[in-house]
């Protein structure tokens, strides 16, 4: 579940314009950028975006031509990048269990990552070689059809996302009751909304209202 969210956050383009002020293409430059806030949280987000970029540009786009990712192009020891991508997902997941009860499926799953991220490159690689090969030949259709499928898996993640910010935008208004935390909060409840049609904002109308 979490690599279809990622691999629908990179075909949307949400991935980059999302992290891009995270990302380092060196060790340095990723430890410098995750120092910037003592908060588990933002090293969490700091270790993840780092771990998936690394994944996904020289785990699926690792093939010649123009199939192969600029980063990739950039360094000359790919492996090496493969390797640091798997720290990252371990120090991810060590800042996750720091986190409240709520955000412990995600660090498990960066846990789970880690642990069996040789598995992972390896599914990577094939849906580079399967799909990435076949798109020249998808039809309009055939790859709304796909879009569509891949949405469909992610939407449970995509939805424990938007009820995990939710949850955190109503616990820092309440912490620290200002206007534009408030408004934080209900821009969590429309964005919840939107993927579960079935919340009903009602239940924090006292909180809105005072």
Known sequence: MYMAHLLLSLTDGRFYTEHTEVLGSTPAEV??????????????????????????????????????????????????????????????????HCLPAKSQGLALALAKIAAHFETYCTVLTHLSATYLQLMPRLSSGELFHLERETNQAAQPYIQEEALNRLLDAYNQWRVQGTPESNQCFQDACARYQQVNPAFDPSCFKKGIAE
């Open 31 to 96: 430890f410098a950028k995750a120092e910037k806030e003592d908060t588990p949280r933002h090293k969490l987000q700091v270790y993840k975006a780092n771990a998936d970029h690394r994944l996904v540009s020289f785990g699926l786009f690792s093939g010649a031509g123009e199939r192969q990712s600029r980063y990739r192009q950039t360094f000359a020891n790919p492996a090496a990048y493969l390797e640091e991508a798997q720290q990252y997902y371990h120090w991810a997941a060590l800042f996750g």
